[in-house]
């Protein structure tokens, strides 16, 4: 049985120890948490252990959920690293692309594993997506377009939480800019536009940013409340043979053959573990066969990279280079 241990357990920390007696082959050992009290409530639900001090959690498990605020990942997963424990970091990986790359280093020096919970890679219709994109359905990818958008709800007021000092893009659309990047490749360039109905310079309601990636394809991603009264989660991939749309909200696909017909139905296996336990059971997986994480601490980069890019873009209007 792989031990795994969570730090940080308010929103979605409690929700991967909601999570965690779900995984197969992991025994969920204890959690960490400034606030005593929020651990010991935590761990008296899990019959498990709890601490104020993560360092001493490290020195029961193999693995290690971090699910504290984004400003404090860089030291806790470096942390780990330096006790030879793998690390599953939430999303954001981090603020800035320094702070990456010296999580990324310590794990590399470590030989442990860094995963980031990029949960949407782990819906079932984004991994039949990938499937048929891999399997050759709709050729060779020319396009991506995917929104992260709910319909017009500004002007709103900014969080008095971390939240509001981090963005919504970084925190939540951060989510998408992983998913393109997963069906795009590796991003080259980022263009974009970012807008506030609420007066907030430095925290967004809308963004759509413009990706070309070094395959050739380009993306459009737009993140927000600014779409009337629609809103969409979908991603639509074309290719040379077809289109495929994936709908996240209704957890179904759609192909289109470029020689005709209308768009197919097509209903992806839900049978196996999804979601947040999917996520988990991976990392787990990982652990347990060493292998490395389908998204990792470079993947995690590159996501934040082309939020970071977007932001630039917008306030300097100017096409970013990521290389």
């Given at each position: 049985?792989?031990?795994?241990?969570?730090?940080?357990?308010?929103?979605?920390?409690n929700?991967h120890?909601?999570?965690?007696?779900n995984?197969?082959?992991?025994?969920?050992?204890?959690?960490?948490?400034?606030?005593?009290?929020?651990?010991?409530?935590?761990?008296?639900?899990?019959?498990?252990?709890?601490?104020?001090?993560?360092?001493?959690?490290?020195?029961?498990?193999?693995?290690?959920?971090?699910?504290?605020?984004?400003v404090?990942?860089?030291k806790?997963?470096?942390?780990?690293?330096?006790?030879?424990?793998?690390?599953?970091?939430?999303?954001?990986?981090?603020?800035?692309?320094e702070?990456s790359?010296?999580?990324?280093?310590?794990?590399?020096?470590?030989?442990?594993?860094?995963?980031?919970?990029?949960?949407?890679?782990?819906?079932?219709?984004?991994e039949?997506?990938?499937?048929?994109?891999?399997?050759?359905?709709?050729?060779?990818?020319?396009?991506?377009?995917?929104?992260?958008?709910?319909?017009?709800?500004?002007?709103?007021?900014?969080?008095?939480?971390?939240?509001?000092?981090?963005?919504?893009?970084?925190?939540?659309?951060?989510?998408?800019?992983?998913?393109?990047?997963?069906?795009?490749?590796?991003?080259?360039?980022?263009?974009?536009e970012?807008?506030?109905f609420?007066?907030?310079?430095?925290?967004?309601d809308?963004?759509?940013?413009?990706?070309?990636?070094?395959?050739?394809?380009?993306?459009?991603?737009?993140?927000?409340?600014?779409?009337?009264?629609?809103?969409?989660?979908?991603?639509?991939?074309?290719?040379s043979?077809?289109?495929?749309?994936?709908d996240?909200?209704?957890?179904?696909?759609?192909?289109?053959?470029?020689?005709?017909?209308?768009?197919?139905?097509?209903?992806?296996?839900?049978?196996?573990?999804?979601?947040?336990?999917?996520?988990?059971?991976?990392?787990?997986?990982?652990?347990?066969?060493?292998?490395?994480p389908?998204?990792?601490?470079?993947?995690?980069?590159?996501?934040?990279?082309?939020?970071?890019?977007?932001?630039?873009?917008?306030k300097?209007?100017?096409?970013?280079?990521?290389?």
């Amino acid at each position: 049985m792989i031990k795994i241990g969570v730090i940080g357990v308010g929103g979605m920390g409690n929700g991967h120890c909601n999570s965690l007696p779900n995984v197969e082959n992991c025994e969920f050992v204890g959690v960490a948490d400034l606030r005593l009290n929020a651990a010991q409530a935590v761990a008296e639900r899990h019959n498990i252990k709890a601490f104020q001090d993560y360092q001493e959690l490290l020195t029961l498990v193999d693995g290690v959920v971090i699910a504290t605020p984004p400003v404090a990942h860089t030291k806790v997963v470096v942390d780990a690293a330096e006790a030879g424990v793998h690390a599953f970091c939430e999303k954001p990986l981090s603020l800035t692309l320094e702070e990456s790359d010296e999580m990324i280093a310590a794990h590399d020096k470590a030989s442990t594993h860094l995963m980031v919970g990029q949960v949407l890679r782990f819906y079932p219709v984004h991994e039949l997506g990938r499937k048929m994109v891999d399997d050759g359905d709709i050729g060779d990818i020319v396009y991506i377009e995917t929104d992260y958008t709910g319909p017009y709800n500004a002007p709103r007021n900014r969080p008095e939480s971390w939240y509001g000092t981090v963005g919504g893009l970084l925190e939540n659309g951060i989510h998408k800019s992983d998913l393109i990047n997963w069906f795009g490749g590796t991003p080259l360039t980022v263009a974009a536009e970012v807008g506030s109905f609420s007066g907030h310079d430095d925290w967004e309601d809308y963004t759509v940013s413009l990706i070309r990636y070094d395959t050739d394809v380009v993306g459009i991603l737009r993140w927000g409340g600014f779409l009337g009264a629609r809103g969409t989660n979908e991603t639509i991939i074309d290719g040379s043979e077809g289109s495929l749309r994936l709908d996240m909200g209704a957890d179904v696909a759609y192909i289109k053959k470029r020689a005709g017909g209308d768009w197919e139905e097509i209903i992806p296996d839900r049978s196996g573990p999804s979601h947040v336990v999917g996520e988990l059971t991976h990392f787990v997986e990982c652990i347990r066969d060493n292998k490395t994480p389908i998204i990792d601490g470079r993947g995690g980069k590159d996501a934040v990279a082309v939020v970071l890019a977007t932001y630039q873009s917008a306030k300097e209007k100017t096409k970013v280079s990521l290389v």
